[in-house]
């Protein structure tokens, strides 16, 4: 339950709405608690009014607004009693209809505020965490804890608060009204009502269980099936479609018995809570009836009693979901406690008047080391690099060598664990993150296109979407502009999930637009032509060439360009670098560089 005050400050941000709520629903028990009292008596003046009935000395003892009421009617004939009474019924009904439908509107609403709240303040947290928790954490987790989760706590912020409220207004107005008529009646009508709360919570739980088992396979047979067509092409190829059919149906089995489960205890339980309700009323009948026939007078009271036992059996049903919402809420909060409790581990610091400027791109690693946290990988080993303004590096090496990893450290994804990384002289660690990255573009290994127009694609970087100028140069210089505008759409065409399919190397031009368009300082290119053919990662080179004239540059590559004069050409093996020079330099130095240039040459040459 502790977990669950992380939600008091939104009870506090919509206090007004939750107390206006409570009004309303308290105002509707009111109104609700009245009706009985009126066909109570209007029983009772019935009853004494049937040819050969008794006179009664009726002394029941009323709510004052009733006895203000009663005292009232009194002085009518019997028909206009009975007529004023039925309308004041229905008047009383329609009143408390009114108040719910307002409880309704205030207090389901503010927890639809609250989740809107929620979903936000999660959201942003999860935009500050940092590239090591979302190594650690799967995307579906995230994406469970902010949907799931949260409509969880929803329920606990609207329905059980509303339930709850209504619980404990209508318990105590229909109790106050049953112990001011019969003390005795009232202890044995609502004898059974507890034991009827306690069995609905318990049978709620085990309903919980089972609908979490029934979520859980259904979630498996849903990432089975998601899998078998993500990767139909290789279940295909391999002629694997029998053995995925039979993993399929060994989910579906395991999906049917959880679900047919859950079926069976849900049509139990329905019929018997209606069951022990009716047995409630039963007993409300059977010990008033003997009563009346000993006091006639009190023939209204029964009648009276059986409408509060019908009054009742939702409320105290609903205890037992109440009990459930809150402890299912209480679960998920704590889930989202531990995200939002979670402080990033790159930190970034208040920014100043000075960090606003351009860092023009002299960069040094100074003696930097870095271990992967999570696997314990070490990726860079006590590695220096100094990069002066305006200058082009390529960087080399196997894969695995630590390349991809230096330039996350740039962009500060992770912090060195020794060491540092200097931009103009500055510590990356004192430099605000936003003004970091905004002056470096990055095209990542791994392309990411959004669900968007190509040109919203491009101009991802921009606060606005650029003029199409802008945009079909940076694509002209990525050398892609003719395949795009000869899409359907042009421009206009969508991409990503929800649009065209386009190759890998077709995104790969497509991310290099995106970062040449940001026009920064800096730009870092992570292997971003491997799925490029060679006339057109020619043609991008020499463009690339003109674009980053006065530019500082690191290029990430498996291959050797020779097109570009690179001020400095770095191989790194095991995380550190093993040579560095100029192309001619390291030619001379017949190591890797050199054997490696042989070997594309000859490659080339045969091609
Ligand atoms: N996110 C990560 N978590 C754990 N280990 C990682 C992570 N990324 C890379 N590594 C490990 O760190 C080492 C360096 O990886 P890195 O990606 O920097 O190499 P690379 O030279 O860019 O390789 P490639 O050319 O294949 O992209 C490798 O051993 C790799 O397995």
Redesign the pocket.
């Known amino acids: 339950m502790k977990h669950l005050s992380a939600a008091n400050k939104y009870f506090w941000k919509y206090r007004k709405r939750l107390l206006i709520g409570a009004f309303f629903v308290i105002a509707s028990n009111y109104f609700g608690v009245l009706a009985p009292e009126i066909t109570g008596y209007i029983v009772n003046k019935v009853q004494q009014h049937l040819p050969g009935a008794a006179q009664v000395n009726n002394k029941t003892t009323y709510n004052s607004t009733v006895n203000f009421f009663v005292a009232w009617v009194e002085k009518l004939n019997f028909t206009q009693v009975v007529l004023v009474c039925s309308l004041t019924i229905l008047l009383l009904a329609l009143l408390r209809g009114l108040f719910m439908f307002m409880m309704r509107q205030t207090l389901i609403v503010m927890s639809r505020l609250i989740e809107f709240d929620m979903k936000n303040e999660v959201y942003n947290h999860y935009q500050q965490l940092d590239?090591?928790f979302y190594?650690v954490n799967r995307t579906g987790d995230l994406m469970n804890r902010i949907s799931e989760d949260i409509s969880r706590v929803r329920m606990y912020t609207g329905p059980a608060v509303m339930y709850f409220v209504n619980l404990v207004s209508l318990i105590a107005f229909c109790v106050v009204n049953m112990l001011r008529k019969d003390v005795y009646l009232s202890m044995m009508v609502l004898a059974p009502l507890p034991i009827l709360a306690i069995t609905i919570y318990f049978v709620n739980t085990l309903i919980h269980k089972k609908s979490e088992q029934v979520q859980g396979a259904l979630s498996d047979l849903t990432t089975n099936a998601q899998e078998s067509y993500s990767g139909i092409r290789v279940i295909k190829s391999f002629v694997q479609e029998k053995a995925m059919l039979y993993f399929f149906k060994a989910n579906s089995e395991t999906y049917r018995k959880n679900a047919i489960g859950l079926a069976k205890t849900e049509a139990i339980y329905f019929p018997s809570m209606t069951l022990m309700v009716g047995l409630s009323t039963l007993l409300t009948i059977l010990i008033g009836g003997n009563m009346a026939l000993e006091h006639p007078d009190k023939i209204g009271i029964i009648v009276e009693f059986v409408i509060y036992i019908n009054m009742l059996s939702f409320p105290v049903t609903a205890i037992g979901s109440v009990a459930s919402m809150v402890q299912r809420a209480a679960a998920s909060q704590k889930r989202l406690n531990e995200f939002l409790q979670t402080t990033p581990n790159i930190q970034s610091p208040a920014p100043t008047a000075a960090d606003t400027q351009q860092l023009n791109g002299d960069i040094a690693f100074n003696n930097v080391s870095f271990t992967?946290q999570?696997?314990g990988?070490?990726?860079?080993k006590h590695f220096n690099l100094t990069i002066k303004e305006g200058q082009k590096i390529l960087v080399l090496?196997?894969?695995?060598?630590?390349?991809?990893?230096?330039?996350?450290l740039l962009l500060r994804f992770f912090d060195a664990n020794e060491g540092n990384i200097t931009i103009n002289g500055k510590d990356l660690r004192n430099i605000p993150l936003h003004n970091l990255r905004n002056n470096i573009s990055y095209v990542p290994?791994d392309v990411f296109l959004f669900s968007d127009t190509v040109a919203g694609n491009i101009s991802f970087g921009l606060p606005h979407i650029a003029d199409m100028n802008t945009i079909t140069h940076a694509a002209t210089m990525a050398g892609i502009h003719q395949e795009l505008s000869d899409l359907p759409n042009g421009y206009e065409t969508m991409v990503g999930e929800r649009g065209v399919t386009l190759s890998g190397g077709q995104k790969q031009r497509l991310s290099i637009a995106r970062a040449l368009i940001k026009q920064p300082r800096i730009m870092v290119f992570?292997?971003c032509l491997s799925a490029v053919d060679a006339k057109t990662e020619h043609l991008i080179i020499n463009n690339l060439y003109k674009v980053m004239e006065n530019k500082t540059a690191i290029l990430?590559t498996?291959r050797i360009f020779t097109v570009l004069n690179f001020d400095q050409i770095v191989i790194?093996d095991e995380?550190t670098i093993i040579e560095q020079g100029t192309h001619a330099e390291l030619m001379a130095l017949k190591g890797y560089y050199a054997e490696l240039y042989q070997m594309q040459m000859s490659q080339d040459n045969a091609a």
């Open positions: 590239a090591g190594k992967y999570h696997t990988i070490q990726a860079l090496g196997r894969t695995g060598s630590g390349k991809s990893t230096m330039a996350q290994q992570d292997d990430i498996h790194i995380g």
